[in-house]
């Protein structure tokens, strides 16, 4: 019996709260006066699935593939980032085993936004809503979020090899 090969992976994410923005969180648009700055759409926390995607198969970070400086990203859906990063994974021999992440916002309340949010990012990534978790935590009214300059994302995922040896081979080193 061949043991499961498994890649854990992290991200983080953190983007400035400004007027006159849409406030886009895992591709879902909420309802709040101001949104994120960025070059992107800003999506604070497709940003952090997207680096943990990319981090659990050892492909770098979200910069490297997708520069801020590159006009081709500017105002893009960042649904682009993450589909583009589940592809490189899937290539390398991975699938996804469950992607858990939490959302750091004072403002708004986002309790009634984690289920749609989850579906929407298992929709992204062809995940059954089941794998996905959504967390929604204030920052207590302290630092960049608790004062409502900023809002971050948390997201951790676990990657297992493809059933196939010879697609995922050279692809990870357990030793
Ligand atoms: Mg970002």
Redesign the pocket.
Known sequence: MTETRMRVGLGH?R?RLVSGRRLILGGVTIDYEMGLD?HSD?D?LL?AVTDALLGAAGLGDIGEWFPNTDPRWANVDSAIFLQQALREVQNRGWKIVNLDCTIHAERPKLSAYKKPIAHQIALLLNLDPSQVNVKAKTGERVGPVGRQEAIDADAIVLLAGADDPARDAGSVRTS
Do not use: K, L
Request: glycine share 16%; net charge negative.
């Open positions: 994410d983007h960025g800003a604070v940003h």
